[in-house]
Nanobody
Framework: QVQLVESGGGLVQTGGSLRLSCAVS????????LGWFRQAPGKQRELVASITRSGITSYADSVKGRFTISRDIAKNTVYLQMVSLKPEDTAVYYCKATTRILGDYWGQGTQVAVSS
């Protein structure tokens, strides 16, 4: 199994920044990729950014140039640095681990609210 614990959410003003963290534990060697998703009220959960085992990153068009996904292998942590935040970035942000054979795992989520 894999456990994921997100932190770092909060309330910021438009144009502000936040850094989300996702602490990963358990069967880490089974993980193929880690991703950040978000879900706003009344909307479907959407992929924001992901990073593969080899370090390849990808981003949703809506966050390109503003969000950066990174990882600290020694700390078993993946980060989402968010700058130039907009009200439409308001959502619950979730960390997801995709594994080779164990399936997918989700964290409990952290709330990000951007005031206008």
């Amino acid at each position: 199994q894999v456990q994921l614990v997100e932190s770092g959410g909060g309330l910021v003003q438009t144009g502000g920044s936040l850094r989300l963290s996702c602490a990963v534990s358990g069967n880490i060697f089974s993980i193929n990729a880690l991703g950040w998703f978000r879900q706003a009220p009344g909307k479907q959960r959407e992929l924001v950014a992901s990073i593969t085992r080899s370090g390849i990153t990808s981003y949703a068009d809506s966050v390109k140039g503003r969000f950066t996904i990174s990882r600290d292998i020694a700390k078993n942590t993946v980060y989402l640095q968010m700058v130039s935040l907009k009200p439409e970035d308001t959502a619950v942000y979730y960390c997801k681990a995709t594994t080779r054979i164990l399936g997918d795992y989700w964290g409990q989520g952290t709330q990000v609210a951007v005031s206008s």
